[in-house]
């Protein structure tokens, strides 16, 4: 019974969270999110984690989930809780990365910029993989809507 409830739910919720990387640039990128876990996107390629256990990409309830950086990669922290997992409810998520913009959406919102002079591709997989990502702000010069 407690099985069906929990499946009712999920149903309901169209799911869990999932949090899509977007690297257009062509270096790897490893990202840094508010859950404790890194992940690493490869260069010119997307990656689509779930929320697992409180963690995106995790494995099980509340373990980290680190995966090793590459030689030369790029390392993304977004500001404040940009990329923290919700506590409740379906909060999807999709990061861009290009060699003149770093930006989120959550759910399809207005995108938030976090580093760059470049805007939110329409189309993030159809964007020239290029170059190196911009150079991310100073900690005090961002602050996460």
Same mark, same amino acid.
């Given at each position: 019974?407690?099985?069906?409830?929990?499946?009712?739910?999920?149903?309901?919720?169209?799911?869990?969270?999932?949090?899509?990387?977007?690297?257009?640039? !062509?270096?790897?990128?490893? *990202?840094?999110? +508010?859950? &404790? #876990?890194? =992940?690493?996107?490869?260069?010119? $390629?997307?990656?689509?984690? !779930?929320?697992?256990?409180? *963690?995106?990409? +995790?494995? &099980? #309830?509340? =373990?980290?989930?680190?995966?090793? $950086?590459?030689?030369?990669?790029?390392?993304?922290?977004?500001?404040?809780?940009?990329?923290?997992?919700?506590?409740?409810?379906?909060?999807?998520?999709?990061?861009?990365?290009?060699?003149?913009?770093?930006?989120?959406?959550?759910?399809?919102?207005?995108?938030?910029?976090?580093?760059?002079?470049?805007?939110?591709?329409?189309?993030?997989?159809?964007?020239?993989?290029?170059?190196?990502?911009?150079?991310?702000?100073?900690?005090?010069?961002?602050?996460?809507?």
């Amino acid at each position: 019974m407690l099985a069906l409830a929990l499946a009712l739910l999920v149903a309901a919720c169209g799911g869990p969270s999932t949090m899509r990387v977007v690297n257009r640039t !062509e270096v790897p990128v490893v *990202v840094l999110t +508010g859950g &404790g #876990s890194s =992940l690493v996107v490869e260069a010119c $390629a997307e990656r689509t984690v !779930e929320l697992e256990g409180g *963690v995106w990409g +995790g494995r &099980g #309830s509340g =373990l980290r989930h680190d995966e090793e $950086a590459p030689p030369g990669a790029y390392v993304l922290q977004p500001p404040g809780d940009a990329l923290t997992p919700p506590i409740e409810g379906r909060n999807d998520r999709t990061v861009v990365v290009t060699r003149d913009y770093i930006g989120y959406t959550y759910m399809g919102s207005e995108p938030y910029p976090i580093a760059g002079s470049g805007s939110f591709p329409p189309d993030p997989a159809a964007t020239e993989c290029a170059g190196s990502p911009p150079p991310l702000p100073s900690p005090a010069a961002s602050a996460a809507p």
